[in-house]
């Protein structure tokens, strides 16, 4: 690593500037910097959530704010998650996640696993924060992790 990306990555590592981190991510990426790159948007996505860090809240955010920015990249357009905030909305976060993890694998959990990014998924979500769901949730989200290689903590 060079000494000008060591001191972007520690940039990086003390931003609180959205706005910085998407263009740092930008950069890195047309530049050729894929950890760099995948450090700011990783930075982004933990201070995007309004909510206290540490809740299933704010983990939910963060996981909502990493698909749509992975959404954006593929399809080079903003695209809302329009009906996943709608039904948190209406039911919470709490019966969002469960019936998405009761589901079959949503094209979202695809996605962030092509990436390396399913300690972001509401399976992996629903894992930190075992108080919060039902035992079939919590064992429908170790099965879908496990069935594509990724160690549950």
């Given amino acids: 690593m060079t000494d000008q990306v060591s001191k972007m990555m520690e ?10 981190l998407r263009q740092i991510a930008e950069n890195a990426d047309i530049r050729g910097v894929p950890d760099l790159a ?5 930075k982004l996505y933990s201070i995007l959530p309004g909510e206290d ?23 080079g357009k903003t ?25 079959s694998a949503s094209e979202g959990f695809k996605m962030l696993h092509d990436r390396a990014l399913l300690d972001l998924s509401f399976e992996a979500v629903a894992l930190k924060h075992p108080d919060r769901f039902d ?3 919590l064992d429908a989200a170790r099965i879908r992790l496990a069935e594509v290689g990724y160690s549950v903590p």
């Fill in 38 to 42: 995948r450090a700011a948007r990783l």
């Fill in 53 to 75: 860090p540490g809740t299933l809240e704010f983990a939910v955010w963060q996981s909502i704010f990493a698909l749509e920015d992975v959404l954006k990249q593929e399809r």
């Fill in 11 to 20: 940039f990086v590592a003390s931003c609180g500037d959205a706005k910085k």
């Fill in 135 to 137: 035992d079939i949730v």
């Fill in 79 to 103: 695209i809302m998650l329009s009906r996943t905030r709608q039904k948190i909305g209406r039911q919470g976060v709490q019966k969002c996640v469960s019936d998405l993890i009761l589901g």
